[in-house]
């Protein structure tokens, strides 16, 4: 195939009760069985009227008209509505992953999985099947996936810390949103650049989830605050030139070295590291999106480039002082994650 199928969302207004899977197979001329893969992936939304076309429709409508995964096939009543998405993002890395194997820690209320690149933590839209915390669960033995604490990007591997528990999510959560000093959470990341990154601390004002016709959500960075711009800090704590393995030559990649940075996170803004890196310079390698947003032209990528990326960072160390029992622990807890798949060791 020359290109991957683009994505497909079809709309249906049932005309006559009857089984979910029996509606769309009929409306979108599907086989049934792919309708109900589509069903198992969680790719299948309704609800029990459509969207109301009226702005001031009350309270009560709006609740009836919001769509709800399907992962069941359901009987659905006459002028229900159904949103299908027929060609569900997918990612393959999450066959051909040891599972267990990447399980870092875990406790009764957690898990801290070295999660590979390829592979979201959360479900995306239509795909609830490959991700990390269904991964993980399956992994576990555990019926229900697990809940997110934290997110990386997809293209991003390393530490994810997965709950097993509400209680659990709610402590962990409030320790990233603590503003104490020292910091009770430290997490550092490693980067890998064709340019050499600037040591030190980069601090820039972010637009985050700006839109442009033609490329992908992404976060654009300013020198200036303003409103609806976010603070993003960061600091590259050390750098130096290391030899690519095989795993870069199989992606593509021209240099036999490159400047990994290990770099520690100061705020968690969407795609914080590659923008940031990107407006000095320094765009991380594989990724196509920011590179084109790089002041320095060398290190733009082409214009017809701007796809979903295969940028090389991972989230490495994690280190928690003042655990207070989350992770088992009574003082530090400190988390890495393996040598990264770019390393030539």
């Known amino acids: 195939m020359d290109k991957l199928l683009g994505p497909r969302v079809e709309h249906l207004i049932v005309d006559q009760p009857g089984l979910l899977s029996d509606i769309v197979a009929e409306a979108l001329e599907l086989p049934k069985a792919f309708v109900l893969e589509l069903l198992r992936f969680g790719a299948i939304f309704c609800s029990a009227v459509p969207p109301p076309m ?3 429709a009350s309270r009560k409508d709006l609740k009836r008209a919001v769509p709800r995964r399907a992962l069941q096939d359901v009987a659905v009543p006459r002028r229900a509505y159904v949103r299908v998405h027929v060609h569900p993002i997918r990612y393959p890395a999450a066959y051909t992953t040891d599972w267990k194997a990447r399980i870092v820690s875990k406790g009764a209320g957690y898990v801290v999985v070295d999660k590979p690149a390829g592979v979201p933590v959360v479900h995306s839209t239509d795909n609830v099947i490959e991700s990390s915390l269904t991964c993980v669960a ?18 991003t591997s390393g530490l994810a810390v997965l709950g097993r528990t509400q209680e659990f999510v709610a402590a962990f959560n409030r320790m990233l949103r603590s503003e104490r000093t020292p910091r009770p959470l430290r997490k550092l990341y490693r ?22 016709l033609g490329w992908p959500d992404h976060t654009l960075l300013h020198a200036d605050s303003a409103p609806g711009r976010l603070r ?29 940075a290990v770099v520690e996170l100061r ?11 990107a407006a000095c310079g320094a765009p991380l390698l594989g990724d196509t ?20 990326s295969s940028a090389v960072g991972e989230a490495w ?13 009574v ?8 040598l990264p798949w770019w390393r030539d060791e």
């Open 54 to 56: 009226n702005p001031e």
């Open 138 to 155: 399956q992994a576990l033995g555990e019926e229900e996936p697990l809940r997110a604490t934290h997110r990386l990007d997809t293209c």
């Open 191 to 212: 980067s890998l650049s064709a340019s050499e990154p600037p040591l030190g601390t980069l601090v820039h004002w972010a637009a985050v989830g700006t839109r442009r």
């Open 232 to 260: 993003c800090e960061l600091e590259v704590l050390t750098r130096e030139r290391v030899r690519l393995g095989p795993g870069a030559a199989a992606a593509g990649w021209a240099p036999a070295e490159a400047w990994e």
């Open 267 to 277: 705020t968690g803004r969407t795609h914080q590291i590659r923008a940031q890196l």
């Open 289 to 308: 999106l920011y590179q084109r947003l790089a002041p320095c032209a060398a290190a733009r990528a082409p214009a017809d480039e701007v796809r979903s």
């Open 317 to 329: 160390r994690l280190e928690v002082t003042d655990c207070q029992g989350l992770f088992g622990e």
């Open 331 to 338: 003082g530090t807890a400190v988390f890495e994650a393996s």
